[in-house]
């Protein structure tokens, strides 16, 4: 059954979990058929653009957008790690991506030293991956096959419910619960929940050709 | 020209200036330069600035233009400002609320295209404050090591001890706090000239100690609320407040951290502007409180309600509410002698991140027979988005935060001292009934709480009621008998109830547990005095005075025990300092007038 993209099925989307809310059920602006490995390249740290790297084995690919002035994100930014570091030997590709367009190469570098690194980092000043997958806040955790099927797209918890709306902790822990379902059932739900965070800042769109 | 027709064209005159006013401001465009900048600079660059506590700045036009999502989304919810009272008659102080047209003003701004201004103009730089707000201060109060807020988890609340190094007692007139960190959201100002803060931070190798209350002996200046939170303006005390500073007293600083995503040092500072104006006016601190109240599980609108009737005739200068992550909505009404009403407080969205006090624009006067009523609505069902509890869960007043509370403080400026009289009495019932209350509830939550024991014991005590007080101290001292406070509290009673051995015993116990309980020297050198042993009674009450020189019943018993063993010209130093300390002292100054006729200075006997 074609016809959503990013590989999904109709099936995908009604078999998400009823207890997370699906904050809506319209197909994820990805194109059919892109893998990771087609998809465009993104920029490191050094500015050389090249694709995601995806080791044999791979099961999952997890990006969560940062922003090096985003209060949310960076509150968020340990739990991620966390999470990283805990699903590291289980096939799971972590990576930290910057979206901001104003934000410089020196400036995301200046924000690791304060905050330290963790997985992989990566630029996308152009928007092509956030627009591609409808991302629009810092933190936004994006999950994906190798072979471009949607796992998860939102928050990574629900610490934030709104922007000053903070709870003394988080009461669900979403998107570790649909990677762990993911990883023991081996097949994507393409759950959505709504990310809490900072508008993204990308270049204008380009032109229609 | 006949007078209609001038009046005619008056109102001609008149309205085509208005109306070219209102079309003129609707077709003008909104720039960063004439409108944006002040609203912004009026309400928001407090804490949004270079180095201020807001983790971003809002100073020029494309900062504001980037956030402009954001913004629009909190201004529009009345998130920003963080301002928790609704506009009501009487106004408070430092009002950080935007009106609906500044909403709409920087609604046109992003409509008009985001324009700039005059071409050439300098975007206007907000007013940015450097250096301490009231010039070089008495006296700057640091963290004397950093502690570091944790990258992750959960909010932090600590105390930090301060040392002052005073010699000498001060009266604060002015004070300001800086945070030097992001990561204080809120803070108390306290002191405790006890060492008793020193003693908890020494209990672990990190720096200060947890706790969102405060132990015994570490208060607030009397009569004030010292609290802080980002932006709020620093506080200088009116004419004639100045609050006392002791010598060798330690500011403790109570604070609610929020960790920010990496380990953050945290060293803040406290500057200090001292007055030699004495207090001429002495305000008073009276809580509405609720601890017996139950919000079920699923529940929308449980009310926690407290009422005090203002015994004299007084001055309401401030308030602070209190409560944790259910609470919704915070009211508090005035229902005056004649009958009408008058709201004092109405804060419609709680928010437990944004507490802190607020000081009216204007004193509020209440009559004597006014009556105070706070309410404070809860709500625990799971659509309440600060509900820490997923599904929600049966919750009761208690000290954490995953527990409640419903508190209101009221500062008050007593008119007359027959109205501070009778306010301080009415406030120490008050008092007495929540403590019992508070307590009991304690109980009722661990049957085994060594402190609820102890503070129904001295609320028992303060009552006079010896007997009952040893009850209840005794089964503190069983369940804590390391507890030097508890040994020290059934010390009180046994001495009320004239048993001398075993009030000696726990005095005893008290300074061998803890060598630095003056009080627990003081009252063993008094059972010393009242056993007749006043040699014993002059090391115990010499050991009070060393750690508390302020101390006038440790003066006046020294007095009395030099003066029992013979020793006049020692006495008379204590006596005097002890009527000096107290002056309603009346059986020191009598011993006192006795030794200096019967002792007259050698200076004095010649004339």
């Given at each position: ?51 995601l ?7 999952a ?65 152009e ?66 929940t ?8 990308t ?7 | ?104 003003t ?14 050439g ?22 963290m004397?090591?950093p ?22 007692e ?17 803070a ?16 672990d ?45 330690d500011?403790v ?25 004495p ?35 007084c ?16 009211e ?26 607020y ?26 988005p ?57 109980l ?37 008998p ?35 309980n ?10 010393e ?5 006043p ?30 063993s013979?020793r ?26 006795v ?12 004339p």
């Amino acid at each position: 059954m074609r016809g959503l993209p990013g590989g999904l099925t109709r099936r995908d989307f009604l078999a998400a979990t009823p207890a997370l809310a699906l904050t809506a059920c319209r197909p994820l602006a990805s194109p059919t058929g892109d893998t990771v490995s087609t998809l465009p390249p993104l920029s490191g740290l050094d500015g050389v653009r090249r694709p995601l790297p995806l080791k044999p084995g791979t099961r999952a690919v997890v990006l969560m957008t940062l922003s090096v002035d985003c209060p949310i994100s960076n509150q968020l930014l340990p739990d991620y790690r966390e999470l990283a570091r805990r699903h590291a030997a289980e096939g799971v590709s972590f990576h930290e991506l910057y979206p901001n367009v104003d934000e410089t190469d020196a400036a995301v570098a200046d924000h690791r030293n304060a905050y330290g690194t963790g997985s992989a980092v990566w630029r996308d000043p152009e928007g092509e991956w956030t627009r591609r997958f409808g991302m629009t806040v810092t933190p936004q955790v994006l999950a994906v096959t190798p072979d471009g099927r949607l796992i998860y797209r939102g928050r990574l918890h629900d610490r934030f419910e709104g922007l000053g709306v903070r709870r003394p902790a988080p009461r669900r822990m979403e998107f570790a619960e649909v990677l762990s379902r993911f990883l023991s059932e081996g097949h994507p739900r393409a759950v959505e929940t709504k990310a809490i965070g900072c508008r993204i800042r990308t270049s204008p769109r380009p032109a229609a050709r | 020209m006949p007078r209609r027709l001038l009046q005619l064209l008056a109102l001609l005159l008149t309205w085509r200036i208005a109306a070219t006013t209102v079309l003129r401001s609707v077709a003008d465009p909104v720039t960063f330069h004439d409108q944006v900048a002040p609203l912004i600079a009026r309400h928001c660059v407090s804490c949004h600035r270079p180095g201020g506590a807001a983790p971003f700045p809002l100073v020029s036009a494309e900062d504001v233009r980037k956030r402009f999502g954001e913004i629009e989304e909190v201004v529009r919810a009345g998130r920003m400002p963080p301002w928790l009272p609704a506009a009501q008659e009487d106004r408070f102080q430092g009002e950080r609320r935007l009106s609906a047209e500044e909403v709409q003003t920087l609604m046109k701004w992003r409509e008009d295209g985001w324009q700039q201004g005059k071409t050439g103009a300098v975007p206007l730089p907000p007013v940015v404050p450097g250096g301490w707000t009231w010039g070089t201060p008495d006296l700057v109060v640091k963290m004397p090591l950093p502690y570091t807020v944790p990258a992750t988890g959960r909010d932090v609340y600590r105390h930090f001890v301060l040392p002052t190094g005073l010699t000498r007692e001060v009266r604060i007139a002015a004070w300001e706090f800086r945070a030097g960190s992001r990561t204080v959201h809120h803070a108390f100002l306290k002191f405790d000239r006890k060492g008793e803060a020193r003693r908890h931070d020494a209990t672990d190798s990190e720096v200060g100690f947890p706790g969102m209350d405060s132990p015994s002996g570490i208060q607030p200046p009397n009569g004030h609320f010292a609290s802080w939170q980002p932006g709020a303006p620093p506080t200088r005390n009116p004419n004639g407040m100045a609050w006392l500073l002791p010598a060798g007293a330690d500011l403790v600083l109570q604070a609610h951290l929020q960790p920010s995503g990496k380990p953050e040092p945290l060293q803040a500072e406290v500057a200090l502007w001292f007055t030699e104006e004495p207090q001429s006016r002495a305000p008073l601190k009276l809580g509405l409180v609720n601890y017996g109240f139950v919000t079920p599980r699923g529940s929308t609108d449980v009310v926690a309600t407290d009422r005090f009737v203002v015994a004299g005739d007084c001055d309401l200068l401030g308030l602070l509410p209190h409560a944790h992550y259910l609470a919704r909505r915070i009211e508090a009404t005035a229902e005056l002698p004649d009958g009408s009403r008058r709201q004092l407080v109405r804060i419609p969205d709680w928010d437990f991140n944004w507490q802190g006090a607020y000081h009216y624009e204007k004193p509020v006067f209440l009559p004597k027979g006014t009556r105070v009523e706070m309410r404070v609505h809860f709500d625990n069902s799971a659509s309440n988005p600060r509900n820490p509890f997923d599904p929600p869960r049966e919750t009761r007043f208690g000290p954490n935060t995953t527990d409640e509370m419903a508190e209101l403080w009221l500062q008050v400026l007593p008119r007359t001292d027959d109205s501070a009289r009778l306010l301080g009495e009415a406030i120490l019932r008050q008092t007495a009934r929540d403590v019992v209350a508070y307590n009991r509830e304690r109980l009722r939550m661990d049957p085994k709480d060594p402190v609820a024991y102890l503070n129904l014991g001295k609320a028992f005590l303060s009552r006079q009621q010896a007997t009952n007080a040893a009850r209840l101290l005794v089964r503190a001292v069983e369940l804590a008998p390391d507890s030097d406070e508890a040994h020290y509290q059934l010390g009180l009673a046994y001495r009320i109830l004239n048993a001398l051995e075993p009030a000696k015993r726990e005095f005893q116990d008290a300074v061998r547990l803890h060598p630095g309980n003056s009080r627990a020297w003081g009252n063993l050198g008094l059972v010393e005095l009242e056993s007749g042993d006043p040699a014993s009674a002059t090391d115990s009450l010499r050991k009070a005075l060393e750690m508390d020189p302020y101390d006038a019943l440790a003066h006046a018993a020294l007095g009395s025990a030099f003066h029992q063993s013979g020793r006049a010209t020692e006495a008379m130093p204590h006596l005097r300092k002890a009527v000096e300390l107290a002056p309603d002292d009346t059986e020191s100054r009598t011993l006192l007038k006795v030794l200096e006729q019967a002792n007259p200075p050698s200076g004095k006997s010649s004339p």
